[in-house]
């Protein structure tokens, strides 16, 4: 599969639905482009009605992801505790609080791990909250000195089996944010059920968060199309503050073409807003041409590299781009745990062997597979992606 099914695309528009001809296609779709939850909530809603047995399917399937978020908003609630007692505050962003406050029902929106970000005040005690998510984690003695120097935007913690991706910059566009001071003071008290508190982007750090979002995960499936669309139809969204906010990190070229290239697929309208020109925005339109957008599963190999390109259509970042490039083909020695965990011996072996094994697990990865893809939205394929 490839670009969305057509009646995902009706959904996702709001538009009337009809009756899919083969409905194993669909629903093949439907998981692809994580568009599951949306589907289960209009054949509740009877817009929809498909197969007894592929609505057995989907409810089987909504039971278990419920199941799973459940679990990780107690998890969440667990960490804001543990935060209380440290005297921070995290923010979270995507998966549970995106679901909660951006679409109707329970279960709409998939998320199988935990976002959460760290304010610019707390960077300085990076080990100390990791460890208190994750007491021994094994970049614990190096982790302060790789935030400190900027080369760790985040770290990957585990806690009662759910996975947790700690953001230290939470825009993630391969060089370090010049003004996370600006994101973070547009973040919420938001309260969670199970006890503690959490912080949220507001609705205009939302929507740069998730354009940027789009853009690292390749524009590659439908739900990442719903998150921005939901935020401009039901954010009332501040229009000069998001300006302000992608101009702030040089970002107003690559971002502005993804909400136009967003919202005329969604069929949303806009307020007028500038139109970049110039070199920028025409190797983003080469990069990101409709051709490639919404390309499902074929866009987690074919298109994995394109984001890195960023810090480059990013005005004013073109010297923090190749510092980052340089980073990536030779990073410190320290990072070699983080990105070739599973290596061992000297440096240029673990960099050479490790490049080379991932390249080779993308490939089996990327084989078509002797049975029907899963219709379960907690389901991800892509070794590289976090499924929030």
Do not use: C
């Amino acid at each position: 599969m490839a670009r969305p099914h057509p009646i995902l695309l009706d959904l996702a528009r709001g538009g009337p639905l009809r009756e899919p001809d083969d409905p194993d296609a669909f629903l093949r779709s439907a998981a692809e482009h994580r568009m599951t939850g949306l589907v289960w909530s209009r054949i509740r809603a009877g817009e929809l009605a498909l197969t007894e047995a592929a609505r057995f399917d989907l409810m089987q399937s909504h039971l278990r992801m419920r199941h799973l978020e459940r679990h990780i908003l107690d998890v969440m609630s667990t960490i804001a505790r543990r935060m209380e007692d440290l005297g921070v505050q995290l923010g979270t962003f995507k998966g549970a609080t995106a679901a909660a406050r951006w679409y109707d029902a329970e279960g709409e929106r998939p998320f199988g791990d935990l976002d959460l970000l760290v304010g610019p005040d707390d960077r300085r005690r990076a080990a100390e909250i990791a460890e208190a998510i994750e007491p021994g984690h094994q970049l614990a003695p190096v982790l302060q000195d790789l935030v400190d120097d900027e080369v760790l935007p985040s770290v990957d913690l585990v806690i009662d089996n759910v996975a947790v991706d700690l953001h230290f910059d939470l825009l993630k566009f391969e060089v370090p944010g010049r003004h996370l001071d600006l994101f973070w003071a547009r973040t919420l008290p938001y309260p969670l059920e199970g006890g503690g508190t959490v912080r949220v982007l507001d609705a205009e750090a939302s929507l740069v968060h998730f354009l940027m979002h789009v853009n690292r995960d390749r524009f590659r499936n439908l739900l990442g199309y719903m998150d921005v669309a939901r935020v401009v139809q039901r954010g009332d969204v501040d229009w000069d503050v998001f300006l302000e906010l992608i101009r702030s990190e040089g970002l107003d070229v690559p971002l502005l073409l993804s909400l136009e290239a967003i919202a005329e697929e969604m069929e949303i309208p806009l307020p007028p807003l500038p139109q970049p020109r110039g070199w920028r925005a025409a190797v983003w339109r080469r990069l990101w041409s409709e051709e490639v957008r919404l390309s499902g599963a074929t866009g987690i190999n074919r298109f994995r590299n394109r984001h890195r390109a960023l810090p480059f259509l990013a005005k004013g970042r073109t010297s923090d781009g190749i510092r980052h490039w340089l980073h990536y083909a030779i990073p410190p020695r320290s990072m070699m745990d983080v990105h070739f965990p599973e290596t061992t011996g000297p440096y240029w072996w673990r960099n050479i062997k490790g490049r080379l094994d991932h390249v080779a697990e993308r490939r089996r990865a990327s084989q078509p597979r002797p049975t029907a893809a899963s219709t379960d939205p907690s389901r991800e394929t892509d070794p590289t992606s976090v499924p929030g």
